[in-house]
Structure formats: structure tokens, C-alpha cells
């Protein structure tokens, strides 16, 4: 939610944009490097979460509908998500009686050469869960791999790298990395609201990144903060920070608990970073190590 290809910014990028604007109509915005629109793809559904699979073609989710389209913005495949739009149970305890409870979005999606995975998520604020699943590259045959995973207001990214899917359960401070049978490898990361290293605000990390050499970065909602770790959870510094009020009008906790999309080039040169607080991308570069 969330590659490069060698003149486009991958789609996790316009997907912020969508929001950061306010806009209502199903539409996937591809960004060129200089900030121009290369095309507008419309995949039949509000989409909430994205990714570009190494062959090019985009996936995305939304209102319980998953897609895949090519760079063309040809919709090559539309179908019904792994679980039912109806809200859960669960979502409807916590909900306010005044208020509906909330269908259940696609928190998070990530995308290899063979496989999809996708967090399905439910209920309100910090008490929002995701399930995880793992589908074939035709939307087919999902498995469901973890359940109940922590991710505020229905927002919980997938990344992958090297077959290892990890998953940014930003309500518990921390990243967990699992194969792909749903076999936890790994839980790192602890919050700390003085501390760079370690993850604050409301619900952090929000969003995760890898560049090619298997540097995992994260962006914190609320901080607009960008770090470097290792896959093991070794924090190798802080890339740099963005505004993080949402929208102009944005109260506390608006500004603390939304994606902060992020998208890194092959040779980790530029980090591009939705600023929500201006409606644009912020665009990090590597300083130069002379």
C-alpha cells in the first residue's frame, strides 16, 4: 500500500495521492519521475492498497474487490476478495451503535513472481485486526497464513523480499516477518517516543519499503519520519522526515494514524514519500557519502 520500473513510480505511490486529494472516483494515477501523469487506470473499485508485481502488472484491492492490470490500464482480471464485505462480528461489537461498523478493506497487498499476498482488514481504530492470505497470480486459491494481525484503523502494509512476506502490525510497535505458509521468522521493533530507533506516535511502522539490496524501510504516520533497518530489525539510520497532517484540516489523531506511502528505487538513491499535509510526493536522495 505498498519497485520501480525505470520511468514510472510504482502505483503504492498513487494511491496516496487519491486520498491525499480527496478523490471518490476508482482511479490508479501512474507517476512519472518528474511528477507528470503517465496514465490513469481504473480497475473497477475504489482501490485501497497496491503493488506492482517484477513483471509489471499491478495489483490492487478494494471494497472487498481484487484486481490485476496491466501498464496499459487494461483490467485483466476483477474478483471478489477472501472474505466477505459484510462487517464482522467482532467490528460490530466495537462500533458505535449511532454509527454503521465498517466493511472489511485490503490493508495491505504485496506481490512476487508467483504469488499475492493480501491483509484483509476490519473494526475501528486501534482495535482494527487483519487477517493475512496468500493467493496464486491469478486472485485464485487463497490460504489463509495469520489472523487477528494488529494494524490500526484497518491499515496493515505488506512488503516481501527474498520469499520472506513481512508485515508492518503497526498497533504492536513492530514488523513480523513469515514465509510464505504463514510461519513466523521473526518479531522486531518496540515503541519509544524518544528514541529514534524504536517506533512512535499513535501506531507505528505504517508503511514498509525494500530497495534491491534487501534494506527494509519504514514511514511513521504521525512522525513522518523514514529509517533504514536491516531485515533483522538493526536500525542503520534515518533518511530524512515529511509533513504528517493528512489534510489541512486534520485533527491529532487523523494526522497519526494514516498511510504514509513510500516507494524506493532499485539503488535506494530516492525515497519518494506521500506528503499528505501538502497533497504531494516528497522525493529523499541519498546523500552524497564525499
Known amino acids: 500500500m505498498k519497485r520501480l520500473s525505470q ?5 503504492i505511490l498513487a494511491l496516496a495521492m487519491l486520498t491525499a486529494v480527496g478523490a471518490t472516483a476508482a482511479e490508479i494515477k501512474v507517476i512519472r519521475p518528474d511528477g507528470t501523469v503517465a496514465a490513469t487506470l481504473r480497475p473497477g473499485f475504489g482501490p485501497e492498497a ?59 497487498i504485496a506481490v512476487t513472481d508467483k504469488e499475492v499476498f493480501v491483509a484483509i482488514g476490519s473494526g475501528w481504530s486501534t482495535r482494527s485486526l487483519s487477517n493475512l492470505y496468500r493467493l496464486d497470480r491469478n486472485l485464485a486459491n487463497p490460504k489463509l497464513l495469520l489472523e487477528r494481525l494488529r494494524g490500526c484503523c484497518q491499515r496493515c502494509d505488506v512488503a516481501t523480499h527474498k520469499g520472506t512476506v513481512f508485515l508492518a502490525e503497526n498497533a504492536a510497535y513492530r514488523v513480523v516477518g513469515i514465509d510464505r505458509e504463514g510461519k513466523v521468522l521473526g518479531k522486531w521493533g518496540s515503541r519509544d517516543r524518544k528514541n529514534v530507533e524504536g517506533f512512535g506516535s499513535c501506531c507505528n511502522p505504517m508503511n514498509l519499503a525494500f530497495d534491491d539490496a534487501g ?6 504516520s504521525g512522525l513522518g519520519r523514514v529509517k533504514r533497518y536491516t531485515i533483522h530489525g538493526k536500525f542503520l539510520g534515518l533518511v530524512g522526515s515529511v509533513g504528517v497532517a493528512r489534510f489541512n484540516r486534520a485533527g491529532r489523531l487523523a494526522a ?35
Not at 495489483?59 to 471478489?80: E, H, I, T
Not at 504514509?260 to 506528503?275: F, G, H, P, Q, R
Open 7 to 11: 520511468i514510472l513510480l510504482l502505483a
Open 50 to 108: 497496491i503493488d506492482v508485481a517484477p513483471d509489471g502488472a499491478i495489483y490492487c484491492g478494494g471494497q472487498g474487490r481484487l484486481a490485476r492490470l496491466d501498464l496499459s490500464g487494461k483490467v485483466l482480471l476483477n474478483v471478489k476478495g477472501p472474505e466477505d464485505l459484510r462487517p464482522s462480528d467482532e467490528a460490530k461489537a466495537q462500533s458505535n451503535p449511532k454509527r454503521r461498523p465498517p466493511p472489511r478493506r485490503v490493508s495491505g
Open 215 to 220: 534494506t527494509l524501510y519504514t514511514a511513521e
Open 256 to 290: 497519526s494514524c494514516s498511510n504514509i506511502a513510500i516507494a524506493v528505487t532499485s539503488d535506494a538513491e530516492l525515497i519518494y514519500v506521500m506528503d499528505f499535509k501538502n497533497n504531494q510526493i516528497r522525493v529523499l536522495k541519498k546523500k552524497d557519502s564525499s
